[in-house]
């Protein structure tokens, strides 16, 4: 296998949720890999992940064929657990990590600041896409950003121009919303997407509600949140000239026969582009059917070109696909039939009965021996089957399989696993099926000298050229028959179990020459040995410098980031930071979120002090010439790519506060010196996180509704910096880019001009809820928690802690209804003044994660 030329293509990086698919991404090529060490601390907690026993046999295994291993610490990181993960993330490095890829901005800032040594990458969960936020990272001392899985092919150019590493997914599962600010799994069970035990809500079905309750889903679309997978194998020319440095492939939860199909394909497809080759149309129809038969919910490469119409929704079904291969063309009814089940009590044999058939299927596509099909009637998908083929067949071909019941003609065929694929990556997994590194061999047989064996990497890795030179018995005059260079060329390059390839011989041979073979075997075992060392050396460099013994424990960490932390603060405070910010009101504000300006000034009337407001409430308010009661605060928008910048960016000034939603905002308020207050989008659990925020500019704080109300205090009580949390209202669960009511048909390709923007639409449960949807003036939605919150109730221990802005929700509100839930956040705030407990919490409301915390 070649290795990749970086200055020419993408690194091909590969998901790993365990040590079989890590060795089937090896064997098909990957030159990276990404996994999970333990099951704390990654987002792919349900995945087998590693020990540190496999992860360092692992790590040993990719290095020898110059691939990287990427460990995935890509959670939010609670306040307790700081320690822990830094612990983890020292071992994962002493064991063989290459970089670590992080969500958590407390946890970057204390890993740059321990060991500057370590490579950090962003992950996708940071929610950076534009080219503000990417150099920033790089500023922090990231050395890779991995993007937003939305962005163009356009996007991605304007941001390479920074000079910082990219990565991108490229091909696998896509979520429907922005990745690390989608709330949904852990508002409807706890599990959080943040945390990494996503439910996957979005795959479930829904409908879509008018505001009389009537369904406008369009017929046959009842998931509408559910995407189709990523495919950009047709699209790694444009990737690369536009300075893609990674191609991600997601799949950690998959089996290690999806790994090895996909990364194989990828891998010729990139090879051919290195080379400049040209993909061939049988190359073409070979990789596209690889792909096609691994897990997938059909494919769609629209955000490449900057579209996110209905064209990559899945609306009809969530689990996988496969190949349509052909179609059902008879079948027969064969009865039923006695099957023995096993012995009962007393030792009587148990019988149940099954109904057997057998159907003809034409095939438009070839399927092979042993592969999984799939037969699912049209008219009722649910009432689908699976058989296998019981041989090869070609295309034009008619099949026949046993089936459990009889099929209705016409029913589609899938293949929906590969045998092959399994079977090979089967062999991948165990071992058997290696990848080898390509060496040159050089052999000195000179007679009254040494004879040597050197071995040479033929390509960089990524340390450079490895090399290594072993020398044995000398070299003796023949007594028999003289040694040729034939047999040194077979006999050197019998490297066995070793990880190497020759793939080039230079002999230097004395004629007359003679020797034992047994004798060269040795020499060439131990200068595969000492190239392995050699491999190895850096990492095993970087565990002797450190010392595995002496490492940290978590209570001595734990240690050490309450003294940087006083360190840092101070700092603060001697530069006029956060620590001296304006702002604060130790008597406590009521705030509202307010849609517009008849709804602000109903909030002003019921006690609101403060009031925001979108960037798309403060554009149609100018519109109308309508006139704001206060000066609401800007309450920018979770995303921020580059489209975007002129409408947001005038919204951040300097002296005047605002609401950041996104980094590359919070970053443009520190050029400008507004007061940024980073909005819950934003997740800030921990200590660590919140200095570094103030040490990017924060000068006030929103807490994330997946706290609970202990974490809430702890971070309160810990800041420098005005502290909020939204105490009423519905909880934003889901930001996208796609628009969920284009699932009605209806979409007129002008926002502002929607009709069915304008209604009260939401998506119907399965248990009946309602989460309210809202699409903006950009076309990307906002989907809302199904119950309304109401922590006004804890508003005591909250204020006491040093929560000090409390938030009335009001965006999906009237007036009447606005003023309503205000008046209950002042009458809570100046109950706790008072000294008197507020109102109990209001019926069919919930308090959130306040008393559940997130798993």
């Given at each position: ?591 509202a979120l307010v849609p517009t300006p008849e709804v602000a000034c109903a909030a002003v009337a019921a006690g609101a002090t403060r009031l925001y407001a979108t960037p798309d409430a403060l554009a149609l308010a100018r519109e109308r010439g309508a006139a704001w009661p206060m000066e609401p605060v800007p309450w920018l928008d979770e995303v921020c790519r580059e489209v975007d910048h002129d409408r947001l960016d005038p919204l951040v000034e300097a002296g005047r506060p605002c ?197």
């Amino acid at each position: 296998m070649a290795f990749r030329d970086t200055h020419d293509v993408p690194e091909l990086l590969a998901p790993a949720g365990g040590p079989e698919p890590f060795r089937a991404a090896l064997a098909a090529g990957a030159d990276a890999i990404f996994c999970g060490l333990g099951s704390d601390f990654n987002a792919r907690r349900g995945a087998g992940n590693f020990t540190y026993e496999t992860f360092a046999q692992a790590c040993r295994e990719a290095h020898l064929l110059g691939a990287r291993v990427y460990v995935t610490q890509n959670v939010v990181i609670k306040g307790d657990e700081m320690p822990r993960a830094l612990a983890l993330l020292r071992k994962a490095w002493l064991l063989g990590a290459d970089a670590f890829i992080i969500q958590d901005w407390g946890l970057l800032a204390e890993a740059r600041r321990l060991w500057p040594d370590i490579e950090c990458h962003i992950s996708t969960q940071a929610n950076v896409h534009d080219a503000r936020a990417t150099r920033w990272c790089c500023e922090l001392g990231a050395e890779r950003v991995t993007l937003s899985r939305e962005l163009s092919v356009a996007e991605i150019e304007r941001i390479a121009r920074e000079g910082v590493e990219l990565e991108s997914f490229g091909h696998g599962a896509l979520c429907f919303c922005y990745s690390g600010v989608c709330m949904m799994s852990s508002l409807s069970g706890g599990r959080s997407a943040n945390r990494g035990l996503c439910a996957q809500p979005c795959r479930l079905p829904y409908d879509l509600v008018d505001g009389d309750g009537n369904v406008i889903s369009a017929p046959g679309a009842g998931r509408p949140l559910c995407p189709k997978d990523f495919r950009t194998l047709d699209d790694l020319p444009r990737l690369t000239a536009a300075g893609l440095g990674s191609l991600k492939v997601e799949g950690r939860m998959k089996a290690p026969d999806y790994v090895y199909s996909v990364i194989s394909a990828y891998r010729a497809q990139l090879d051919d582009l290195a080379a400049g080759r040209e993909v061939t149309d049988a190359d073409e129809a070979a990789r596209s059917r690889t792909l096609a038969r691994a897990f997938n919910r059909d494919f769609t490469n629209s955000y490449l070109d900057g579209r996110s119409d209905n064209d990559m929704m899945s609306y009809d079904r969530s689990n996988n696909r496969g190949e349509l291969v052909g179609f059902v063309v008879a079948t027969r009814d064969l009865g039923s039939a006695k099957v023995r089940r096993g012995g009962g009590s007393g030792g009587r044999d148990r019988f149940r009965t099954v109904t057997m058939a057998e159907m003809d299927m034409h095939l438009d596509a070839p399927v092979g021996a042993g592969d999984l099909l799939e037969v699912r009637p049209q008219d009722d998908p649910s009432q689908f089957l699976t058989t296998r083929a019981e041989a090869d067949a070609a295309t034009g071909d008619v099949i026949c399989c046993k089936t459990a019941r009889p099929m209705p003609k016409g029913c589609p065929v899938r293949v929906i696993r590969s045998k092959r694929a399994m079977d090979e990556a089967a062999r991948a997994a165990s071992g058997e099926k290696r990848r080898r590194l390509p060496v040159r061999v050089a052999v000195t047989a000179r007679l009254g000298r040494p004879f040597a064996v050197t071995l040479t990497t033929v390509e960089p890795l990524p340390t450079g050229i490895a090399s290594a030179c072993a020398e044995g018995f000398v070299v003796e005059p023949a007594r028999t028959r003289a040694v040729t260079r034939e047999d040194l060329v077979e006999h050197v390059g019998r490297m066995g179990t070793s990880p190497f390839e020759p793939v080039a011989f230079d002999v230097d041979l004395d004629e007359g020459a003679g020797m034992g073979f047994s004798a060269v075997h040795k020499v060439r075992a131990q200068a595969c040995d000492l190239l392995e060392q050699a491999i190895l050396a850096p990492t095993s460099d970087a565990a002797r410098k450190w010392g595995l013994a002496g490492a940290p424990d978590a209570d001595a960490l734990a240690e050490e980031l309450g003294r940087a932390r006083v360190r840092v603060r101070e700092a603060l405070a001697g530069e006029g930071g956060a620590a001296s910010a304006p702002g604060a009101q130790p008597a406590g504000e009521v705030c509202a979120l307010v849609p517009t300006p008849e709804v602000a000034c109903a909030a002003v009337a019921a006690g609101a002090t403060r009031l925001y407001a979108t960037p798309d409430a403060l554009a149609l308010a100018r519109e109308r010439g309508a006139a704001w009661p206060m000066e609401p605060v800007p309450w920018l928008d979770e995303v921020c790519r580059e489209v975007d910048h002129d409408r947001l960016d005038p919204l951040v000034e300097a002296g005047r506060p605002c609401g950041v939603g996104n980094v590359s905002e919070l970053v443009l308020a520190r050029e400008r010196g507004a007061l940024a207050e980073v909005r819950p989008c934003i997740p800030v659990h921990n200590p660590s996180c919140l200095l570094a925020l103030e040490e990017a500019g924060a000068r006030g704080v929103w807490l994330s509704p997946e706290l609970t109300l202990a974490e809430a205090c702890e971070l309160a009580g810990a800041s420098d910096v005005p502290v909020g949390l939204v105490v009423s209202g519905r909880t934003r669960a889901m930001t996208s880019e796609h628009c969920v009511l284009q699932v009605a048909n209806r979409c007129i390709h002008d926002c502002a001009r929607c009709r069915l923007r304008q209604e009260r639409c939401a998506l119907k449960t399965r248990d009946g809820s309602l989460m309210p949807v809202r699409t903006d003036l950009e076309g990307r939605s906002h989907i809302y928690a199904a119950h309304p919150l109401d922590a006004t109730p804890q508003m005591g221990e909250l204020f006491s802690a040093g929560v000090t802005r409390f938030m009335a929700d009001c965006t999906l509100l009237g007036e009447a209804e606005a003023a309503a839930q205000v008046r209950r956040v002042a009458a809570a705030l100046a109950a706790v003044r008072a000294g008197r407990k507020p109102a109990p919490r209001a019926k069919g409301a919930t308090s959130g994660h306040l008393f559940a915390g997130i798993e």
